[in-house]
């Protein structure tokens, strides 16, 4: 066992001390060592209930005959993040949680690991720890919350409260209404209730093959979600026994795969960012034009919120993301031979998956678009590709040009759309908002939802070098590489200068020519930033690369 170099024989038995003055007694430490990484905390609705999960997980490893050893994890929700210094944090955080779970594997020398998560950052980092140490892995979530009501209707973070925030600003709701709104939009434990960055990256975990079935749709609150983590425990002592690890499962295919669902589904942009970051750590090349080549050729079947009214818990009783990979594979368009943590292969865990409510899950014939939820554009704003969520963009705006209005950050743009800045037409952009420039890419939920709460969805573009919310619709476009930061020639508009968006044409530009350009960053001077002041974001932004290969870590061995 990996776990004998801290348990076994006689230079041990200082260790076997120490794990005896735990309560941990030496039939225990015959046993394979399990660590259960528990992200819990009582400051995110979607982990305030995680421990319930680990004792399922815990109770599930000793089931099997295994002794689960429970480690925690940090976490940040980016809904009480945003919009403020703390956004700086947020992707900034999926590297340190990754190197934690590396330290603590490493110091002891688990024989499989557990790892419990539910948000943004939480996820891809524990699933590119598990990819970068290639040991026996399962990855359970704490699962989607419940929809709120307000007025007879489902409510959610978004449409609930972010988008409400524009519609009070620009005078179409009162105080009272804000108050009543933000008190019924979140009612349970869980991850947002949409189609967010963590659900999607909750979903596509079980695609992968790193989660079980029904790891991306079972509601929190529901009893099946806790007998999901008993079936965790219970399921890593037989990737230890088989010895299936990580890399093992998170194969080229195994993310061709997901990025397929992801289009299918239409999931968060900030999908990309993490899938390329996961596909790094286990040394499998994943790049923009994959992303874009499967989006081409897949239809997106299911829209849900914040593309539509329809919330995840809808999902789950229409068959989960089990009847969506079926519905693709009988299309010839996943690979279904591949492990999973199951023990069985992707085809093998969905044959009996069926589509239970096509008003959720539409046959092809029904797609809600013949192309997938995403598309990278390129273009003279973005040589090196940006993102947008194309399904959740009204058709009015798939092709738009407009003059630039320009800030220099988030929060220049947010004070202009709130005070009724912003017109018809216009085209936002923000910029240095970049993984340098930000540092740690912001998510701009706040900005694009106020867009929406005031009426303009369907009226303005929004461009950034930074990153969106899973929770953003609209024309909103980002990763845009290179960042101004780094020289790239978002830094270059200036305002009302002339944008053009093709999202069909997958084209993304200004109208300048490339002597204007040059002209330009001749005389380009960047503007005054206040210093870094913390320590790790000075690390991180000297650290991070670019959006266009998931922002991940520079390795140290390739300065390239």
Known sequence: MRSDEVKKGPARAPHRSLFYAMGYTSEDLKKPLIGVVNAHNEVIPGHFHLNEIADAVKAGVLGAGGTPMEFPSIGLCDGIAMNHSGMNYSLASRELIADSVESMYMAYKFDGLVLIGNCDKIVPGMLMAAARLNVPCVYVSGGPMLPGRYNGEDSDLTRGTFEAVGAYTSGKIDEQTLTDMEETACQTCGSCAGMYTANTINCLAEVLGIALPGNGTIPAPYGARKALGRRAGKQVMEMVERNICARDILTREAFLNAITVDMAIGGSTNTVLHLMAIANQAQVKVTLEDFDHISNSTPQICKLSPSSTQHINELYEAGGIQAIEKQLLDAGKLHGDLITVTGKTVA???????????????????????????????????????????????????????????????????????????????????????????????????????????????????????????????????????????????????????????????????????????????????????????????????LVTSASTGAVMKDPTNEE
Do not use: W
Not at 381 to 394: F, S, T
Not at 429 to 452: C, D
Not at 512 to 534: G, N, Y
């Open 348 to 542: 093998e865990n969905v044959a009996n998956a069926v589509a239970r409510d096509r008003r959720i899950i539409h046959s092809f014939d029904d797609a809600y678009s013949e192309t997938g939820g995403l598309a990278v554009l390129r273009g003279n704003l973005a040589p090196d590709g940006a993102v947008v969520k194309q399904g959740g963009v009204a058709k009015e705006m798939l092709s738009h040009s407009g003059p630039a209005r320009v800030y220099n950050s988030e929060e220049e743009a947010f004070a202009a759309i709130t005070g009724n800045e912003i017109h018809s037409g216009d085209v936002v952009v923000i910029r240095y908002e970049g993984p340098k420039g930000g540092p740690g890419m912001k998510e701009m939920l706040s900005p694009t939802a106020a867009l929406l709460g005031a009426g303009l969805g369907k009226e303005v573009a929004l461009l950034t070098d930074g990153r969106f919310s899973g929770g953003t619709a609209g024309a909103c476009i980002g990763h845009i590489s290179p960042e101004a930061a780094e020289g790239g020639p978002l830094g270059l508009v200036e305002e009302g200068d002339i944008i053009d968006i093709d999202i069909p044409k997958r084209h993304l530009s200004v109208r300048l020519t490339d002597e204007e350009m040059e002209a330009r960053r001749a005389k380009r001077k960047s503007p005054a930033r206040d210093l870094i002041p913390h320590s790790y974001l000075r690390r991180y932004a000297y």
